[in-house]
């Protein structure tokens, strides 16, 4: 099914993914807080991306580099004179627009034809009435636009208490720099050979003009991004190294968006034309995403080729070369660019688990995550609240799970509420504590030490001894099989 993006906005503040920014103050344009389930499945997100590209890796490094660079960085990178947008102003109301989105935009109309009558017409169409096409601010209706000017995306502030030219920084607008200017550092400090990569997730801002979809595309956002260096003169399997590289990222960033849940159908490489490559690339592909909104990029992966190293190393007099063992000369390595988006990631994995089903002629909710990114892995409940032994019992195995998931408990509804609402934000078990785990004894009667556990996606169950649990979660949650587990702890029927 597909979901809208009012749904999932509207589920994410409910259930405490995702917030206004400064909501109570009427918002902050484009800013999002992740509340507590967001955070949980922001940094999961985050953790897997690291252990799968960075930690299992011989050949990747990471770093936590600083937001705050020297302004240089964003003269070498080219950031200063080409991350730019072109824009006009209104000279009436002051807005501002990208100049090639003002003709996409619904636009306001005072008709003399109607006596100065106001009208919305539909983008690019003239009015009905007097035939007139849009001149002034779309917005206001009553303003002449500036022509184009080149607006700077990069967000500008001060080192320092004195506000002059000379302490002008820039909040980075991407984590791909840091890993350019360490490149020495980090070849040095940790002997590496090339093919190697570096590593870093961290937070980038933009003063994108046209922001919005949510968390799609913000101001201050997030990216996951990964340099990796490749001598230029080698060949892997018969094709420069670089362009063997470039191949084997696309492949392997695909592959790990389908083993977190995306599913075929959602993804696409989209093959940048030439004339619409960034002013460093040889060749990029981007990873596109079927969001809510329609097609749209995922992530990005372009071959950089040498030109960041040798811009920085022109603009800092530093070498920033490798010396090539086998041929006995230092060249500059070229670099493949996996650069991914950590929010716009999480709105693709919200977006694709989010599924509706009819249950018993009720409607049911389910964020189908892959166990290792659901926020809560599993949910406590006891059956009946008013019962000490059961909610001292169910307190007990949600501390000792605690110790290595993220585990809640909840008696707050009767069970079926209790289930849907797990199932809800993606909890992928939940385990029931009841009269028969604890026994009666008023009436001399032993409990058998076993709880249930229920699966969220089948909704089957299982019944398995207290002391069990941990071991089962174990497997389960690392990618283990439910169908094993159901039958090996049947449940009664
Ligand atoms: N270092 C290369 C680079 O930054 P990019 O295509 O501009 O490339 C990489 O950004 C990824 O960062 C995008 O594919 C997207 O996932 C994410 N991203 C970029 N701008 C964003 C924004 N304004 N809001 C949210 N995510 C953004």
Redesign the pocket.
């Known amino acids: 099914m597909t979901v809208t993006m009012d749904t999932l906005v509207s589920l994410c503040k409910r259930r405490g993914f995702v917030f206004q920014s400064s909501e109570i103050y009427g918002g902050t344009g484009s800013c999002y807080d992740y509340g507590p389930l967001g955070v949980e499945l922001k940094n999961n997100l985050k953790r897997l991306w690291w252990r799968d590209f960075v930690q299992n890796r011989p050949d990747m490094v990471g770093i936590d580099a600083s937001i705050l660079m020297h302004p240089m960085v964003w003269k070498a990178s080219g950031h200063l004179e080409n991350f730019t947008d072109p824009m006009v102003d209104c000279r009436e109301c002051k807005l501002r627009f990208r100049a090639d989105d003002v003709d996409t935009l619904a636009w306001t109309h005072y008709c003399e034809a109607t006596k100065g009558n106001k009208f919305t017409i539909p983008a690019a169409e003239p009015c009905s009435h007097c035939g007139a096409r849009r001149t002034l601010c779309p917005d206001c209706g009553k303003g002449e636009l500036t022509p184009p000017r080149r607006f700077n995306l990069m967000f500008k502030t001060f080192m320092g208490p004195v506000e002059e030219e000379a302490s002008v920084a820039y909040l980075r ?5 840091a890993m350019f200017v360490n490149f020495e550092n980090v070849l040095q400090s940790m002997r590496l050979k090339l093919p190697f990569g570096i590593a870093q997730a961290g937070r ?1 801002f ?1 003063n ?1 003009i046209t ?1 919005g979809n949510f ?9 996951m ?1 990964i340099e990796y260096f490749v001598n230029p003169r080698e060949t892997v399997e018969g094709r420069p190294a670089d362009e063997y590289w470039h191949d084997r990222w696309i492949a392997d960033c695909m592959a790990w968006f389908r083993r977190y849940g995306l599913r075929e159908e959602n993804l696409r490489l989209r093959e940048h034309e030439k004339d619409e490559l ?1 002013h460093y690339s040889k060749r ?1 592909v ?2 596109d995403y079927r969001f809510p909104i329609g097609w749209s ?4 992966i ?1 071959n ?1 080729t040498d030109f960041d190293l040798k811009q920085h190393a022109k603009f800092s007099g530093k070498s920033l070369t490798y010396f090539d063992e086998e041929r006995k000369e230092h060249i500059v390595p070229y670099v493949v ?1 996996p ?7 999480l709105l693709a994995f919200l977006a694709d688990a989010y599924t509706e089903e009819e249950v018993r002629g009720e409607k049911r909710v389910v964020l189908r995550f892959h166990p290792e990114l659901a926020p809560v892995k599993v949910a406590v409940l006891p059956l009946l609240k008013k019962r000490d032994e059961i909610v001292k019992a169910a307190h007990a195995i949600r501390a000792t799970l605690a110790r290595e998931w993220r585990v809640v408990y909840d008696d707050t509804a009767a069970i079926g509420r209790l289930y849907r609402r797990q199932d809800e934000v993606g909890t992928p078990y939940c385990v029931t504590v009841d009269v028969q785990t604890v026994g009666d004894s008023d009436k001399g009667e032993a409990g058998d030490g076993k709880v249930t556990i229920r699966d969220r996606d089948s909704m089957g169950q299982a019944r398995v001894p207290i002391e069990a649990l941990t071991g089962i979660f174990r497997d389960l949650l690392s990618g283990g099989d439910w169908a094993k587990v159901a039958s090996e702890f049947p449940a009664a029927k």
């Open positions: 607008p991407e984590t791909a720099q980038s933009r994108e922001p968390i799609f595309r913000t101001r201050e956002f997030e990216q991004e960034s990029t981007d990873i990029e995922l992530m990005g372009a950089r660019e650069a991914s988006g950590v929010d716009r990631a």
